[in-house]
């Protein structure tokens, strides 16, 4: 949809764009008659109306002119009232290049020679987030990549949503990969093959009039909710202890989608939720002020040392049986010269929703909303971090992005701590509230790992990407 707008309001600059020029032809262009504006075409490439345009400075001008004036004001338009999609790729942040190397040089050379340490299971077990709904239309099919597995995902003509594994049985054809969606079934694109989304049961061979009952292909429970398409992943095939939670705001309508940010960040996945029960963290990583940016070597920096962020928190579990939830409460405050800069002021309550999910609550002064938090690994150490924000239907969308834009920031210096660390099996915790908490995070995640839960099997000199 904010596509749609955004090619909406270009268009209509175009149109101005073309009237302008228009306007700019001479009156002695436009009265030459048409016979003999044909001749001169015929015979002298210099009358063509184009290029008469192109070397008349008067368009020039007012092409530059008019440039000048909407290029900005069409900027303007989409930071005021367009979605924010804010990507960051792994390689784009987080590390510190020596030499002439490049950022991504330097991620490739972090990647071979960093310490991982002694890791748990790589994929836990839980409902994870594979796509926003409203990039898969009735019809449509997507391979997505995480966990170990290669997944084709689609929504039957019907509109459910169906993830199967993407590898046909007949010859390995990528189902999502040219595939096409045939009523709540996807036709492998290689031979025709029809796969039913619903159990992955082959129900079509068009060459043969018997289906064999093995002819079919791994299905995945799947949901849908708050926008966004789950999945859930066993790694002993168990079906679901509990469900996605629905969020009412987003349900009735009164929250809407305000932007997105996305961010593949270099470490195991157990070190992103962790975070929010590390309390000490906060003041060594987040009280510098967020235009103090995101390098950690610069954000001490005197020039920005009149304001800072100041934060409480407290982490816990909660009761059976919801077990499989922990709960962050946060409060931040800004401080400015010296003074509370009080429409800043944030309650957050974060609830951590098995390893993959966070729904991140808050209210201010100036507004409420929620961030939906998806966490999932692409590869063992590549995890992707996706936060859709939802926020006040009857506020502007850039006071949204504001705050969009202000978590963004925060973690992004966060990344640059997981991009370069080794996972430490033993910390040396010593006897205080803050390392305490961190330990019982830690006790708390191990339920999300079983028997068969894979481990990081990788040889060091192939770790390229």
Known sequence: MGHMKKFGSFGATLCLLILAVSATVTQRLLNVPLY??????????????LLYLLTDYRVIITCTVITVLFYPLYKLYGVLFLPMDRVRNLGDIGYVPEGRMSMKEM???VRRQRATGDLPPIYPNGWFGLIEGSKIKAGDVKNISLLGLNLAVFRGEDGTIHVIDAYCPHMGANLAVGGRVVGDCLECPFHGWQFRGSDGQCTKIPYSEKV?????????ISDEANGYIYFWYHAEDSAPTWTVPRIEEIQSGDWVYRGRTEHYINCHIEEVPENGADLQHLECVHAPLITSGIDLR???SALWSFGSHSWTANWETN??????????????????FGKAFRPVDMDVTAQQIGPGIVYLTFHSPI??????????PTEPLVQKLVHNLYFQ???????GKFFLLGEAIQLERDI???NNKRYEKKPLFVKSKEDSQVAKHRRWFSQFYSENSPRLKFQRDTLEW
């Open 36 to 49: 003999e504006t044909a001749g001169r075409l015929w015979t002298c490439k210099w009358n063509f109306p």
């Open 107 to 109: 991620a490739n050379r």
């Open 212 to 220: 064999p009952d093995i002819a079919k292909v791994k299905s995945y």
């Open 298 to 300: 610069n954000m001490w």
């Open 319 to 336: 009761p059976p049986p919801n077990e499989h939830i922990g709960t962050l409460r946060l409060t931040h405050s800004m401080n400015l």
């Open 367 to 376: 507004g409420s909303g929620t961030f939906v938090q998806h966490l999932v």
């Open 393 to 399: 239907k009857n506020l502007p969308a850039f006071i």
């Open 416 to 418: 640059m701590i997981w």
